[in-house]
């Protein structure tokens, strides 16, 4: 089972501040099989970003993503009111299970 | 595309459930479908997936035998089911379809069952 670590565990920080969150797999795996959700109190996860670095369908390009083989990244350039959620790195290429991270929390300063 | 999950549920230890979710907008025997737990204020756990044409499934090995996934194709329709609650089974649940293929992320999500499992 592949393991992923996010951090920091909270982020807080103020409107218009860049965010960025790491995802760290405890094995590499291929940059196609990891995605990024958000998720605020109330709702189902959101996606974000697939295959490491696509925007999903209505994502705004403030969000991107980059990284590889186990070390993962989720950047949000200029943060807006409604970005304070959870954010969870996700994989799927190994055998399964399939598994999360434990989130990322960015919250306003 | 639309996913819609069946309501609350409060049940006590020991009882069975079977919680479903209706899927409408695409060919919901063409894709893979998964369940996700969230317990509360914890992250995601993913419990397993099903493809609905053939009904093939695959556990998290750590829920496997807890839970079964099943689906009728006839009727758009996902479930899972617990034949012996716990307490430690109170979470939400959600159902989410995996956008192309067996290794793939989900892009459309159910809104989530919430299970209370308490004596």
């Known amino acids: 089972e592949i393991v992923l670590t996010q951090s920091p565990g909270t982020l807080s920080l103020s409107p218009g501040e860049r965010a960025t969150l790491s995802c760290r797999a405890s094995q590499s795996f291929s940059s196609t099989y990891l995605a990024w959700y958000q998720q605020k109190p109330g709702q189902p996860p959101r996606l974000l970003i697939s295959?490491?670095?696509s925007r999903a369908t209505g994502i705004p390009d403030r969000f991107s993503g980059s990284g590889s083989g186990t070390d993962f990244t989720l950047t949000i350039s200029s943060l807006e009111p409604e970005d304070f959620a959870v954010y969870y790195c996700h994989q799927f290429g190994s055998s399964p299970p399939w598994t999360f991270g434990q989130g990322t929390k960015v919250e306003m300063k | 595309v639309q996913l819609e999950q069946s309501g609350a549920e409060v049940k006590k230890p020991g009882e069975s459930l079977k919680i479903s979710c209706q899927v409408s907008g695409y060919r919901f025997a063409g894709y893979w479908l998964a369940w996700v737990r969230q317990m509360p204020d914890k992250g995601l756990e993913w419990i397993g997936i099903i493809y609905p044409d053939d009904s093939e499934t695959r556990y998290n090995p750590s829920l496997q035998g807890q839970v079964t996934i099943s689906a009728d194709k006839s009727i758009n329709t996902a479930y899972l089911q617990w034949s012996s609650l716990k307490a430690s089974d109170t979470a939400m649940y959600y159902c989410?379809?995996?956008?192309?293929?067996?290794?793939?992320?989900?892009?459309?999500w159910g809104q989530g069952t919430q299970v209370t499992v308490s004596s």
């Open positions: 989410a379809r995996l956008r192309d293929g067996y290794n793939s992320c989900s892009d459309f």
């Open positions: 295959r490491s670095s």
